[in-house]
């Protein structure tokens, strides 16, 4: 697994500092379905008699979602999107605030009832933030807890406030867009004015309020839970001892003893008197914190227990894991039913009223019958058993042959979600990637466009990617993930900015067939074509008021400085994007980068306003989609050698080594060789055709500045009369140098191309 590191501080080091990435998130479906698996679940109830309850859901998708629900079915009314990577739990915090935390390394606070708009990101973390626990008395107090082996307490209301805390001041230094210097101001109304639409303002860190830090974990921490009334914390993983906090000061009170493998839930009743926890060692425990010790323990499951829910009493347990089993357990008399089975490991459950909604690795979500609010009336169906030591649950299993029979064979409902993406390759011309879902069904994409272009439905993946092959040579420009179950797109520079083609083989009308295109160059245009209509409104607004005239560049560059930016001579300075290059508006990608300031961030790219600048974008963006400057490439060229084939009575016409653009094609070749042949008094001097000290650059093969156009018939009129070969295998007119060295040379010195001339038509 890739880590996204938060933005740290590189001055003291002395390496060359890595230019910031640009990738984009694809989707091929509307806004309102998760596409990977769903890590957390939380339900606000209403406060009114007539008034919706919600569901929110967090998925490995990066996003999370908010479901109105009736009776029988729930609807999307918010898509949560900041988070860079699998979101992997969530708490509700007071009446209205969201509190997530992701692999991403940050805590991001949302206003429940918004439109999904980040209220601020906490950064304190060093890796994977896995857990999150919230005080339902105390609605400030949150713990957060991650592979980092940190647990931090943190007071939401003061850290979403840039307050000194000794002052009562504005923090300086805190951009997260907050403007008020009174400690009175309630959470409703921080909720409001932190609701800012900048990106910078949305991401950046408020450096006036450090969290508590309860330290002790040796190692990563998957679980945490805490009182009613904030003032007990728990936390386990894989020391495998539950760890016993006062959160208020971050002080250890107790470890306890008993799993013999990874704890990864807990739960507290309302007192902080008892604590329930499920293990990798696939058993409960009930643990006694006043006594210290474990007083019951709880054989169910054959596999890692991952996800726990209790009643409000604190009588009995709902329990499921990577057996893919749901089952209820009565905690005084350790009764245990099995009350339906998946088809995916469980990795989170939520009771709500007389149901319960059940999170897989799954894109779906289930809501099942539970009894929650008289949990005994499903005990009286019978078919419980008693939930006995290890050694006799896996005796159980092993006699009878199976499970029980689950008490509930289908959900109340569901909420559907997308196959993710499990399987990609990128193809030889590097403008499609072949993805096979958790479904089965294949797909073909255009990243350039972010499209489907072909579903291929349930067929085999490997034999559609070998009829999909085609003998060709592109450079990588870009790589895909598809660790959040859709296609990511990472462009890097300046690799990015290595692959061109003909405009004639993008099938772009108005330009000469031979003119190159940059691939990535019109990508980012198309990616940020809504920005830059955004920004040229924003600009001509402020124009007409000030009574300037702003010339469209006026993007301050000073932090840009650090590189060496060449123009490119092909470049039209304007925006117009190619249709090869237009992004879908109907189901946008997602933009995810970082610029100067506030670390990453991720956006629809329909949603950008305009307002983002260098402080969002890395500079090489910038660059090329207002400037056309594009960094400086190598390995644009192929170099070769052009002679005769042996025993031909053809004069020699070049003695030194050619270079000319990876992408020109063998009937350029050839059309060189025919004009050569046709005008013998050219070749008098050879010496004139090369640069002197590049190796014999010939300048006639330079493609896109006024060669081969003079006189030459496009290659597809009647075929010259001269043949090219290489390695004995004549050449198609339309290969590249690139795919001819690739494909039919195969060897790491230059190329050696022969002519002969072919006799007759």
Known sequence: MHRVGSAGNNANSNRPRKEKRLRYVLSDTDDTKHCAGINCLAVLKSSFSDGCNYLFTGSRDGTLKRWALDDDAATCS??????????????????????????????????????????????????????????EKNTNVVASGGLGGEVFVWDIEAAVTPLSKSSDVLEDNCSNGINGSANSLSISSLRTISSSNSIAAQTAQCHGYVPISAKGHKESVYALAINDSG???????????????????????????????????????STGRYCLSGSSDSMIRLWDLGQQRCVHSYAVHTDSVWALASTPTFSHVYSGGRDLSLYLTDLTTRESLFLCTKEHPILQLALHDDSIWVATTDSSVHRWPAEGKNPQKVFQRGGSFLAGNLSFSRARVSLEGSTPAPVYKEPIFSIPGTPAIVQHEILNNRRHVLTKDSAGSVKLWEITKGVVIEDYGQVSFDEKKEQLFEMV???????????LGSLSVHLDTPQCFSAEMYSADLNITG???????????????????????????????QASVNGDVLSGKDITTKSLTHSRIEVDVNAENDSMVYP????????PPS?????????????????????????????????????????????????????????????????????????????????????????????????????????????????GDGSFRSGLKPWQKPRPSVEVLCNNQVLSPDMSLATVRAYVWKKPEDLVLNYRVIQGR
């Open 473 to 483: 040579s592109i450079p990588a420009w870009f790589t895909v993930d598809t660790r």
């Open 591 to 703: 933009i995810i980068t970082e610029g100067s300031q506030g670390g990453p961030w991720r956006k629809k790219i329909t949603e950008l306003d305009g307002t983002e600048d260098e402080k969002d974008f890395p500079g090489w963006v910038l660059d090329c989609v207002l400037s056309n400057k594009l960094p400086p490439r190598e390995n644009t060229k192929c170099s070769f050698y052009l002679h005769p084939c042996e025993g031909s009575a053809v004069q020699i016409l070049t003695q030194g080594k050619l270079s000319a653009p990876r992408i020109l094609r063998i009937h350029k070749v050839a059309n060189y060789v025919v004009e050569k042949l046709e005008k013998p008094s050219d070749n008098a001097n050879t010496d004139g055709t090369f640069s002197p000290g590049l190796g014999g650059r010939l300048q006639h093969l330079a493609v």
């Open 231 to 269: 003032s007990l914390l728990v936390s386990g993983g894989t020391e495998k001892v539950v760890r016993v906090w006062d959160p208020r000061t971050g002080s250890k009170t107790m470890k306890l003893r008993g799993h013999t493998d990874n704890i990864r839930a807990l739960l507290m009743d």
């Open 580 to 587: 090869s290059f237009e992004f879908s508006t109907v189901s």
């Open 511 to 541: 330009k000469p067939e031979d003119d190159k295109v940059n691939l990535a160059r019109e990508t980012l245009k198309g990616l940020l074509a809504y920005w830059m209509t955004k920004r040229r409104q924003r600009l001509g607004s």
């Open 78 to 135: 918010a898509t949560f999107e900041s988070h860079v990577d699998w979101v992997n739990d969530t708490v509700i915090a007071g009446d209205n605030t969201l509190v997530s935390c992701s692999s991403d390394t940050t805590l991001k606070t949302w206003n429940c009832l918004s439109d999904g708009t980040c209220t601020s990101t906490l950064r304190q973390h060093s890796d994977y933030v896995t857990c999150l626990a919230a005080a």
